[in-house]
């Protein structure tokens, strides 16, 4: 069972390398995004530390959003998605490779390349840690919440638009935890209640997401 | 063993289907009965607020709007819930036909509030933690509609819808509580929702009848709409 999901993972990753484009082109929206707000709004550096946090994070849900429509698109299409139905991995499990492998592609490069966005916007050096680990906390759970409606939207006309109007109502909690750590810690106070909190999420949705996918799956390819 | 036939008895949309015309129609007998008696009492029982004076009384529609709101999402899962679980027909149309009156009464809710919003906080939107929330559950409804639409095979509409409509419902109370959380981390001194300390009678069977009324017309139309559909479907 393990197998499967390291294998799937592995495949996922491998498939992600050999295709480096579509993974650039979620981390340069994310960055291009975030990069239009002093545009919008005016590059005034108050200003843009204030809005920091919850720029960082919108972009990053968008970010993701973009990148779902691809996760099981690609298998759908070669029959790859019904082998692994019916496969001997129970397809709980394939759901959560998918969706871990979904993270470490469009997930953790956000962690990484967020710091430099908070330089764009001025933010105290001191904060640069509590906003990586909030994205590092928060954006398995995007992963997770997004594959549902990726699954559910498969194969539907209109299934990106339709795909944002299903998972972004879903991202709520994760993106006033996320944001709301890095302004509480900007506050000067603990962020320890968000950073937990979004611990949770994340650990809730790893258990009980992967099940939603596959019910999703197993409609979709009836 | 009787008991079992007896509960999967009416889960046939060819039983169902003279059962919910009889419903419907007591249903919105009854709803139009209470609510004209709830608009008198709202109107003309009921004593003008001593703080908010006669603003106040469109709570006879809003509060009684927020409540079926709600709880309308959590009868949609659980009807979403019983057709996953027992594959029955009727049940993925019962949610169907629920989607829009809840919608409905979520936009009713939003739009009330924010009449009374205007003469009373000066404004018609404050980014309150129960107006977004509700703002956000509009939204859950509308996806819900959106995605049951946009697959053609309605039993394949049901069951995603479903899963969708389940989801949501783990997640509504958190969304509430973050919601919550986010406001007063960023309103330091907002306005309060909390009314008078305590409530006329008269005010309160006024809301309590328009609340029955909505129960009832939620049920009356959603036996027309599943009427509609069962017509539709075969």
């Known amino acids: 069972m393990l197998d499967a999901a390291l294998c799937i993972v ?52 968008l970010s993701t959003l ?19 139905l019916l496969g001997a991995a129970p397809l709980g499990v394939v759901a959560a490779a998918k969706g871990l492998a979904h993270w470490l592609v469009s997930g953790l490069p956000l962690v990484v390349i967020a710091p430099v966005l908070a330089v764009q916007y001025d933010l105290p050096e001191s904060l640069y840690g509590v906003l990586a680990l909030s994205l590092l906390l928060g954006t398995p759970v995007l992963s997770m919440i997004g594959a549902i409606g990726a ?72 | 063993m009787t008991t079992a036939v007896r509960w999967f008895w009416f889960a046939s949309p060819h039983t169902f289907f003279p059962l919910a015309g009889r419903i419907a129609r007591w249903c919105a007998a009854g709803a139009a009965l209470l609510a004209l008696a709830g608009l008198y009492v709202g109107f ?23 409540w079926m709101s709600m709880f309308l999402y959590l009868v949609m899962a659980f009807w979403a819930a019983l057709g996953l679980a027992f594959n029955t027909r009727l049940s993925g149309m019962m949610a169907q036909a629920l989607a829009p009156t809840g919608a409905l ?7 009330t509030g924010a009449l009374w919003g205007k003469p009373t906080w000066g404004t018609y939107w404050v980014w309150d933690a129960r107006l977004t929330s509700e703002l956000i559950l509009l939204f859950l409804y509308f996806g819900f509609m959106a995605l049951h639409a946009s697959i053609d095979d309605p039993r394949r509409a049901d069951r995603a819808a479903a899963v969708l409509a389940l989801v949501g419902a783990v997640n509504v109370p958190i969304i509430y509580y ?3 959380w986010w406001n007063t981390l960023h309103q330091g001194a907002s306005v309060s929702f909390t009314k008078a300390p305590s409530m006329a009678a008269a005010m309160f069977a006024g809301m309590m009848l328009m609340a029955a009324a909505f129960w009832l017309y939620s049920i009356a139309v959603a036996m027309v709409r599943v009427r509609c559909m069962i017509l539709e479907r075969q």
């Open chain 2, 178 to 180: 973050s919601v919550q």
């Open chain 1, 66 to 84: 973009l990148s779902l429509g691809r996760l099981f698109a690609a298998d759908h299409a070669d029959g790859t998605l019904e082998q692994m």
């Open chain 2, 105 to 111: 009464f979520t936009f009713i809710a939003l739009w």
């Open chain 1, 151 to 222: 699954a559910l939207t498969l194969g539907i006309r209109g299934g990106g638009v339709l795909l944002s109007l299903l998972v972004l109502p879903l991202f709520v909690p994760v993106l006033i935890m996320g944001a709301g750590s890095v302004e509480m810690a900007a506050a000067g106070l603990e962020p320890d209640a968000q950073l937990l909190i979004l611990g949770a999420l994340a650990v809730f949705s790893a258990a009980f997401a992967p099940w939603a996918i596959a019910a999703a799956l197993r409609i979709s390819l009836e």
């Open chain 2, 44 to 66: 003309g029982v009921a004593p003008t607020d001593a703080q908010q004076g006669e603003v106040y009384r469109i709570i006879f529609i809003h509060v009684p709007a927020a």
């Open chain 1, 10 to 61: 592995y495949r996922d990753l491998l498939l992600a390398l050999r295709r480096r484009g579509d993974v650039a082109t979620a981390l340069l929206f994310f960055v291009i995004v975030a990069s239009l707000f002093p545009l919008g709004i005016g590059a005034e550096p108050n200003l843009l530390r204030a809005i920091a946090p919850g720029v960082i994070w919108v972009a990053a849900l």
